[in-house]
């Protein structure tokens, strides 16, 4: 039998043990001696979270195909057994060996969002590893980090031996080879990351050095040996249908947030939002083949027993296949019970029908992202919806019989003026009005529109990485506009309106382009209590900014402040394979209220295309 | 076709909880390509129900859930595939057809479930001697304290602990079990660590629960206190 690294006592204690017990159906499990490495992989976020993540079900069964690795997985301990561990000095471990942690030669840490940092911090904590890189030795993991939020990797340079810039599948082969060439040969744990700093798309932030000007502003970031190149490239996978994808994932035990099968269409975006760091970073965009799919969907769904499957992409209306996919799956799936579960697709009456066909649409709502109320702000962001687009589409499907609308609007966006922010309220009721054009013998009673607006992190490597935040009482005052607009509205008993909270906003702008200086204070608030800051019942503001004023950092230098056309970003010496030039281009674009097309109307010489597929060259074979 | 499926449930598994389970077999039924029925409507689910749900912390080797099938599959292969695509801590024992009437499933007729139960904590385990267990067993009444959503309730159990004994695993029990009278072992062995005048020991029970009975006495029999129970697996027969 299993043994479990905790005993009854605390798991019967403790809110759904299953969280930490392992032995999931497809998880594997390996003989510790027959392998050569152990990789332990994490998501720094509760079990439900992690377990619905598709990037480390990718990694995890790409690491587990070779046979001298075993990698196991780990997620944040809740409140509850975090107070636990840490009180009895219970070492944090691994699911499936149960095996603590620091036994482990790689722990792999997915940086998804700012707000999991303190998170990250707290799995080194209580996985009793020293908190930064240059403190640990061959007794500890070799602590590696990915994911988006990788891609400004400076407010957690201290915390990580090493960073991997990109797509998973493209140098972990590489960097596994180098690891055990190392310790067979008795190299140092500095050789070690010297070694790897030679691996394409592998950053070693101990390995850099910045420097500031006086007025804060960093004036030069160089690597300090031979070993580490100037510039660190982006992976990017360009053989979508040869790549390893996972047909056997984890199933887990108790509800995860996604329980389903992830068919993962394509990856990139042709649209270029500029406020969107994803449509810049994971450029050039590259489709899986309907084929492919196909199978895979059969596969997936025989080796887990989900009962229903999901398309994932940015935007999978641009998929050039979706009907032939959606089809087949609707051909092949429904009536078996299985659920097809559609992504937000732009409304047409293809996507109608098949969402007639998918969904009881009395209880579900269409989704909408216009992102911003007026056409002007929708053109500087570069949204190409436009008012017709959403009137048309929303017009449609209530008379296909759907009556609920949901809306998704930014605040805060640069250029914006009270007119643009009252516009939402202005265009949530102009949805509505087209409700009630409908004879009324068609409708069912009143309709719901939904709006909701989010403040504007400006983020790494997007045109908007220039531009400067507001401050908290200014996003309150905004969306107190946007509220006083809408009671203003003659559908307004059809509209309801919710806004998000400033504070975590403000700290997402600091963390976002933050740079080696503001790891200090990530440190100063886990040791002040903070954890699980993405969730709203766990947030607590103060004790960031004790930790702002304990640490001498102050937030407003990365959120204010203005950013000059040629300042140097912390983020800089990371090449995304799309130019400094092009977003720059982007940006005086938007101040110009001026629209780019998008990758398949014409080419805007982003630079993507240096990767050598892609969306780039459709159509060129 | 309607079919009651036993199996045991250890190990690791035990901090899976009920509803968890359920979503467990769904899923076993879809990987192993069980022909099982579906409702009909909207959204389809499966026709599956459960006997009598099984509490975080506790093990077993006696669970059972009834199904319906609008396919053929013997017995042995359809354990044999159930086993195949299990997790470890949960293992298909059998698979046998059961009588079509709607009284006859599971739930509806559990009426007696055997645990085993012991105490982890040496001092209170070692308290535990047979004449305590079977002075605790002669008394006339037991009255606890139920705990209700709403109210606290006071009611004698005695009538409800058909069998107490201590053997070399823990100490035995029989208890009345099913949708009208439903007795939990805990609570057995609460008022047993009072009947004994020793502290309980928080959280450091193991329970084990061994099989599920019918009852297949008349009316009159249990009128008279007569009880012929039968485990539910009994009543089914294994399909060819």
């Known amino acids: 039998m299993r043994k479990l690294a905790l005993p009854d006592e605390i798991l019967l204690k403790i809110e759904k043990p299953a969280r930490y017990i392992g032995g999931e159906v497809n998880s594997v499990t390996k003989d510790p001696d027959k392998v050569d490495i152990r990789f332990a992989m994490c998501f720094p976020d509760v079990y439900e979270i992690g377990m619905s993540h598709l990037g480390i079900q990718i990694l ?3 690491f587990n195909r070779r046979k001298d690795v075993w990698c196991e997985r780990v997620y944040s301990p809740w409140v509850d057994l975090h107070k636990i561990m840490k009180e009895q000095q219970i070492p944090l471990f691994a699911l499936e060996s149960q095996d603590p942690i620091r ?15 303190t998170n990250v911090l707290q799995i080194l904590d209580l996985s009793q590893i020293p908190m930064h890189s240059i403190d640990r030795t061959w007794d500890d993991p070799i602590v590696i980090g990915g994911g988006p939020c990788a891609y400004n990797p400076e407010p957690m340079a201290d915390f990580f031996d090493l960073f991997y810039i990109g797509e998973g599948e493209t140098v972990y082969d590489q960097l596994m080879v180098t690891y055990k060439l190392c310790r067979q040969e008795g190299k140092s744990r500095l050789e070690f990351l010297e070694c790897a700093a030679g691996i394409e798309g592998i950053y070693v932030p101990r390995l850099y050095e910045p420097s500031y000007h006086e007025d804060g502003v960093l004036a030069d970031f160089r690597p300090i040996t031979p070993h580490a190149p100037a510039k660190v490239k982006k992976q990017a996978v360009m053989g979508m249908d040869e790549v390893v994808y996972p047909m056997s994932p984890v199933v887990p035990f108790i509800k995860a947030t996604q329980d389903r099968v992830v068919l993962e269409i394509m990856r990139g975006c042709i649209r270029g939002c500029r406020f969107c760091q994803a449509g810049m970073i994971y450029r050039p965009t590259r489709e899986r083949s309907v084929d492919t799919l196909k199978q895979y969907a059969k596969t997936m769904l025989d080796n887990t027993g989900h009962e229903e499957i999901c398309l994932s992409s940015l935007s999978s209306s641009d998929y050039s296949g979706l009907q032939e996919l959606v089809t087949f ?3 092949e799936y429904q009536g078996k019970g299985i659920n097809i579960s559609l992504p937000s697709l732009r409304i047409d009456a293809f996507s109608l029908d098949a969402m007639q066909k998918v969904q009881d649409i009395r209880k579900s709502s269409l989704t909408f992202a216009p992102e911003a109320g007026s056409q002007r702000m929708r053109n500087v962001i570069n949204k190409g919806l436009t008012e017709e687009d959403i009137l048309d589409g929303a017009g449609q499907a209530f008379a296909g019989g759907w009556a609920k609308v949901k809306l998704y609007f930014m605040l805060g966006l640069p250029t914006e003026t009270e007119e643009d922010m009252a516009e939402i309220a ?14 009324k013998e068609q409708r069912q009673g009143k309709c719901q529109i939904t709006t909701s607006t989010s403040f504007f992190v400006p983020k790494p490597f997007t045109p908007f990485q220039w531009a400067a935040m507001c401050p908290a009482e200014e996003y309150v005052r905004r969306a107190s506009i946007v509220k006083h607009a809408f009671a203003k509205q003659l559908n307004r008993k059809s509209l309801k309106y919710n806004w998000h909270d400033a504070e975590v906003t403000i700290l997402e702008g600091v963390f976002a382009r933050g740079d080696r200086r503001v790891g200090k204070v990530l440190e100063e608030a886990y040791h002040l209590g903070c954890l699980f800051d993405s969730w709203t019942e766990t947030f607590r503001n103060e004790p960031w900014m004790q930790a702002f004023e304990n640490t001498g950092v102050d937030p407003e230098f990365y959120t204010l402040r203005n950013r000059g056309e040629d300042e140097l970003f912390p983020w800089d010496f990371i090449d995304i394979g799309v130019s400094r030039q092009f977003l720059r281009r982007e940006w005086e674009l938007a101040m110009k209220e001026t629209v780019t097309p998008n990758c398949r109307q014409q080419c805007s010489g982003c630079g993507a295309s240096g990767f050598g597929g892609g969306v780039c060259y459709e159509g060129q074979n | 076709m309607k079919v009651r499926i036993k199996f045991k449930k250890y190990g690791s598994l035990r901090f899976i909880g009920h509803l968890d389970v359920m979503r467990f077999f769904q899923k076993v039924m879809r990987r192993a390509q069980i022909p099982i029925a579906f409702t009909a409507g909207y959204n389809p689910h499966m026709i599956m129900s459960f006997a ?12 059972y859930f009834d199904i319906e099938l609008d396919g053929h599959i013997s017995s042995a292969e359809a354990v044999r595939r159930m086993n195949a695509v299990t997790a470890d801590g949960i293992e298909v024992v059998s ?14 007729i559990v009426a007696a479930a055997d645990y085993l139960t012991d105490c982890r904590c040496l001092e209170t385990g070692a308290a535990f001697t047979q004449e305590l267990v079977a002075g605790f067993i002669g008394q006339q009444e037991i009255v606890v304290t139920k705990q209700t959503k709403r109210s606290e309730q006071e009611t004698d ?3 409800l602990i058909y069998q107490m004994e201590l053997t070399k695993q823990g100490i035995y029990l029989q208890l009345a079990a099913g949708s009208a009278q439903n007795l939990k072992p805990e609570l057995v062995m609460s008022a ?15 329970r084990h629960r061994l099989e599920m009975y019918a009852d297949l006495a008349s009316e009159p029999e249990r009128a008279e206190g007569i009880r012929k129970l039968v485990t539910l697996e009994a009543l089914g027969k294994d399909i060819e």
Do not use: H, N
């Open chain 1, 60 to 62: 995890y069964d790409m």
């Open chain 1, 103 to 117: 036994k482990f030669d790689f722990l792999g840490i997915t940086l998804q969002y700012e707000m999991c940092y």
């Open chain 1, 329 to 331: 799956l609707i051909e």
């Open chain 1, 426 to 439: 202005v265009l949530a009721d102009k949805v509505a009005r087209k409700y009630y054009e409908l004879p």
């Open chain 2, 52 to 63: 009598s749900p099984l509490g975080i912390g506790l093990t077993s080797e006696g669970e």
């Open chain 2, 95 to 108: 698979f046998r057809q059961i009588a079509e009437e709607k009284k006859m499933t599971g739930m509806a």
């Open chain 2, 157 to 159: 159990i005695r009538p």
């Open chain 2, 192 to 206: 047993l660590c009072r009947f004994a005048g020793i502290e309980e020991p928080s959280i450091a029970w193991t």
